[in-house]
């Protein structure tokens, strides 16, 4: 199989002789590389002419006038002739085996492969784990896309094969009018289509990210709000298309996302808002967004959320109160009122910086989940429970690494992670991978506090009939 390998290039001469040596050395991989200047103002155009010039596999484009990384992007896939495409931004490197790696994952009908990714001082060489994908994404092999709702938190395009066929087919392309998030809102179009997919707990790629330095697209965000809440709205709408309507998890999964991101890009611009200059369309994209979620369908509390953090869990309550409703002047108000009480509690939260643990009613209510579901199974039997596991064992849902690295008993003791979910984990309300909640599965089901059903068996049946199961 073939791989394409796009690279968008901006001002990277510094950078891309680098990422280029680290496609050359992909052994056994048939690779080509294609590289689409996006107009730059130093010698990037002649540095990809002599890599052309040396490498015969180069494929290149020479964009005039800078168009922006997703038409430049685009103009890679209309050149590309792989049978997956694979991105990989100018200032970045991937692991010698990271295409023999993905590919080797990329069995029939699995039409997106993804692996870790490593954040990279180039100085110093240090690398070191980026806590949100370790977070999020667990190991999981040819699932369908509308089985897995952290699948809507894939924000980055790069790392990860895309099947091209399924690209060409739909006639999927970046959007080129958005300024913000147009990599996630590529994945969510493509997953739409895709048949199954495959994460891997290998790390195949190194994002760039020295000393002091900030994503490009967070400078961009503090000086154009804006900006930062255009795409925001775009996601809502994205949310009514007919594949994610037909999916609640899902549309959890990205609405709540939505609300973090508002709260979290809301504290950038509290000077601006408390001096009454804050943009009005950045405004209307708010209002905009926050008209469009529905307010059942917001939970700030998931474990999978990026950008989540325990010290503005206040704020993501307070948006989350604010959907479905007009937005007037004392929202942003009473947002930079709130803000500034949690900053000045941040020296006491960061010393604890966690997920919230149960306390007081909410202690009570998982206290009498756990006594009626360890009932439930109890009932059910060995027969059931066997039946669950052999379900779970085919299906890989459940990430065992993920399993025994939070929960030390298990690793301990040396238990096999499917059967203890099953016979006792489930009951005790552990979470069998990094996004799927089992004490909200079972307050939303709680028929299965009668039947005694493993959640995760469950949530696999009811999310998609013809999950295809592991040989």
Known sequence: MKVSVIVPCFNAEATLADAHASVTVQDGVDCELILVDDGSHDRTPAVITEIAAADASVRTHLFEENVGVSAARNRGLELATGDFVFFLDADDRLRPDCLATLLAAAEAEVDFVRAKHHLWTAETGETRPNPDEERNFGEIHGLAPSAYPAITSVYSS?????????????????????????????????????????FLNAYTYLWRKDAGETQQATRRLTADPALAFENVAIYAAMAGRPWMAALPRH??????????????????FSREINDGNFDPQARAHIAAALAAIPADEVEVTLPS??????????????????????????????????????????PQNQAKARRPGPRGDESTAREIITAAFRRATERRGSAGRGDDIAILRKNGLLDPAHYRAAYADVARNGADAVSHYVEVGAAELRDPNPWFDTAGYLRQHPELLVTGINPLVHFALQSHMTLPWRT
């Not at 549309?251 to 950038?268: G, K, P, Q």
């Not at 989350?320 to 803000?339: I, M, S, Y």
Request: hydrophobic share 45%; proline share 2%.
């Open 158 to 198: 790069w790392n990860a094969l895309f099947r091209r066929s399924v690209i060409e087919e739909g006639a999927l392309r970046f959007e080129t009018d958005m300024r913000l998030g147009e990599d996630r809102h590529f994945n969510l179009r493509f997953f739409e289509r895709a048949r199954r997919v495959t």
């Open 251 to 268: 549309r959890l999964h990205l609405y709540s996302t939505m609300v973090v991101e508002m709260a979290n890009r809301l504290t950038a």
């Open 305 to 346: 959320l990026k950008g989540w953090t325990e010290v503005f869990l206040p704020l993501y309550h307070y948006v989350a109160q604010h959907v479905g409703r007009p937005v007037e002047d004392a929202f942003f108000k009473d947002f930079n009122r709130l803000l500034g009480q949690v900053r000045r509690a941040l």
